[in-house]
Each structure stands twice: as structure tokens, then as C-alpha cells.
């Protein structure tokens, strides 16, 4: 048995929990982004390091800026082969930059060379992510992205929320995807929980899927440093399972009210999950609601960790989810 059969028999059986199918390829690794900001040779020997461990059920994928994918095809030819190999196909999300049309001629070219190349390994860009202004700028950007190449538009806090809503509408109309920022370097990058569940709203009203990125480095919301420095300010930090449970129970019928104490939920205890799906106090999701939204609703979120998600949830104890990650050595920071 190779190891990616190793890997797919894993996810299998992960999945057979409810807490597995939150959790399955849920993080996609953006190292090379602050407060990270490794170099391209560390991130992409992470991500290898990565898809060749135990949790690697977990890992998404690799996030990279358009304008450095020579370096990436550099560093990515220059990972050792061995009997142990990791992922052999790698999926990758890239940035584009502040010349989409240049920026889409780029990543075809890249795919086209390293997609087809004879190594065992090989990479492909089948995503893209771009901030835009507004929603005139998502319907003339859709016809430039390729529509085999599935494309999420950050869409900007300071607008109007007439203008999101806009934006959302667009993305539905062009058959698009919503990316969300949950934080940064600065406590004021954090949005409020009114505001993130008014955008998980409007984007399940109009069947527009959505991924995250920043400042979910935590499983529950709570209060930690802004940046890996020892004397970074502190703040309260939204939390990925509050957010990705919070959608999904959106998406199931949850009134927005109820779905915004859930996202400032901290306590673990809170939280129960078996096999047939997730209770939080007094409601609950079935595993095929949870499921169904991370397939088509709330697919991911980028970190610029992998390991410190992965070390929080080994902290827990009280539920079947976190059984197995208990079990799992802690491995080196990216910092």
C-alpha cells in the first residue's frame, strides 16, 4: 500500500466522525504570509513535511502569489525524492496581483509546464484569489479567470454593506466564490461578529460558497498575540471551529442572533461531537448538514501555521474529535 492510499484510507476513517468531516482538508497553508513569512524554500518544505504526516487529512492547499511562482517551480523541483513521498499531486491557490489579465497568462503558462512535466510530483494552480473594490470589478475579472479555475474575491470591510451585498450578487450571477478576512496583524483587522455573520448570511442566501483567511489560528475564540513577538500586543480572536460550525448551522435554517453567540462562543465544553454529527448547547447539526455545507458552502480557511491549529485541537479533551490528534507528537513551528 502506497502512501497516498495510506492517506485516503485515513481521511476515510477520520470522516466516519462528524468532527473529521469539519476538519478534512480544511487548512490551506499560506506560510509564506505574515506573521509567518517564511521564505519559499522553508514553506514549501513544510507543506511536503505536511502531506506526508498523520494529519495531513487535515491540509488543503498551498498558497502562493502569482508573481512567485518561479520561485515556487525552483523550490518545489528541489524537494528530495524518497520511498516516503507525500502528496505526488499538489493543489495550489495563487494570488493574483495587480495585473489579473498578465497574472492569468502566468499560471497557465505554470500549468501547462510543471502539470505535465514526467516527475512523480507535480503541481497544479486550480485556484485563485484576488481582492477587488467592488462588484463591477467581479463581473469584468470572472471573464478573465478561466472557468475551470475556481476563483474567490475578497471582498473589502470598508464598503457599505449595500455594496457586499452587491458583491455577493455579482459572485452568484458569474458563479464566483466569497473570500472572507478574519484578522491580521492588528487588532482593528478584526472584524465584528455582526459583520461576519451578516456576510456568512448573505452569501448562504445567495448559494455562494466562501472560504476565510487570517487570524484563525485557534479553534475557539479567545484572547492571544497579534504576532509571534514576544512582546505583540494581544486580542480576541475569532475562532475556526466557531466559524465553520457557525455557517453550517446558518445554512441549515440557524437565525443569525442565535449563529452570532456561537461565533463568541469560548468555552470547549460547549462543543459535543459524535459520529452522527456536532451539538453546541441546545442545537444541533447532523453529520450530512456538516458535510454538505463543507462541500459546497464553507470550504477552508488559509493559515500561515499549519502546527498551531493542529496543537490547540490536541490540547482538547473532552470529545471524540480530538481523540486521535492527542495521539499525534507535536512537530516544529514554521516560526
Request: charged share 25%.
Amino acid at each position: 500500500m502506497n502512501l497516498q492510499t495510506i492517506r485516503t484510507a485515513r481521511a476515510s476513517a477520520v470522516a466516519e466522525d462528524a468532527g473529521g468531516v469539519l476538519l478534512r482538508e480544511l487548512i490551506d497553508y499560506a506560510g509564506l504570509f505574515p506573521p509567518a513569512s517564511l521564505g519559499m524554500g522553508a514553506a514549501v518544505a513544510g507543506y511536503d513535511a505536511y502531506s506526508r504526516s498523520e494529519w495531513n487529512w487535515m491540509l488543503g492547499r498551498f498558497i502562493v502569489p502569482v508573481s512567485r511562482l518561479a520561485e515556487f517551480e525552483e523550490a518545489f523541483a528541489g524537494l528530495p525524492i524518497s520511498l516516503d513521498e507525500g502528496l505526488l499531486n499538489w493543489r495550489l491557490s495563487a494570488l493574483l496581483g495587480a495585473d489579473p489579465v498578465a497574472d492569468v497568462d502566468r499560471l497557465r503558462e505554470f500549468n501547462g509546464r510543471i502539470a505535465g512535466e514526467g516527475s512523480r510530483r507535480r503541481a497544479l494552480v486550480d485556484s485563485v484569489e484576488v481582492k477587488v473594490a467592488g462588484a463591477e470589478e467581479i463581473t469584468r475579472l470572472s471573464g478573465v479567470i478561466p472557468a475551470e479555475v475556481v476563483a474567490y474575491f475578497e471582498i473589502p470591510w470598508s464598503i457599505p454593506v449595500s455594496s457586499r451585498t452587491e458583491c455577493i450578487r455579482a459572485l452568484a450571477d458569474s458563479g464566483r466564490r466569497a473570500k472572507i478576512r478574519m484578522g491580521g496583524e492588528t487588532a482593528d483587522k478584526f472584524p465584528a461578529s455582526e459583520s461576519v455573520i451578516e456576510f456568512i448570511n448573505l452569501c448562504a442566501a445567495a448559494d455562494v460558497p466562501f472560504k476565510a483567511t487570517a487570524g484563525l489560528h485557534h479553534p475557539l475564540r479567545s484572547v492571544h498575540r497579534l504576532t509571534y513577538q514576544p512582546e505583540s500586543p494581544t486580542a480576541m480572536m475569532h475562532g475556526f471551529l466557531n466559524v465553520f460550525l457557525a455557517a453550517a448551522f446558518l445554512r441549515a435554517g440557524m437565525e443569525a442572533s442565535v449563529a452570532a453567540r456561537l461565533l463568541e462562543e469560548q468555552s470547549e465544553r460547549a462543543f459535543e461531537f459524535d459520529s452522527d454529527g456536532v451539538a453546541w448547547r441546545q442545537h444541533r447539526l447532523s453529520r450530512a448538514e456538516i458535510a454538505a455545507a463543507r462541500r459546497d458552502f464553507a470550504v477552508s480557511f488559509g493559515s500561515c501555521s499549519f502546527t498551531e491549529p493542529i496543537d490547540d485541537l490536541r490540547s482538547f479533551s473532552q470529545t471524540p474529535l480530538f481523540a486521535p490528534l492527542r495521539k499525534i507528537p507535536a512537530i516544529k513551528h514554521e516560526r
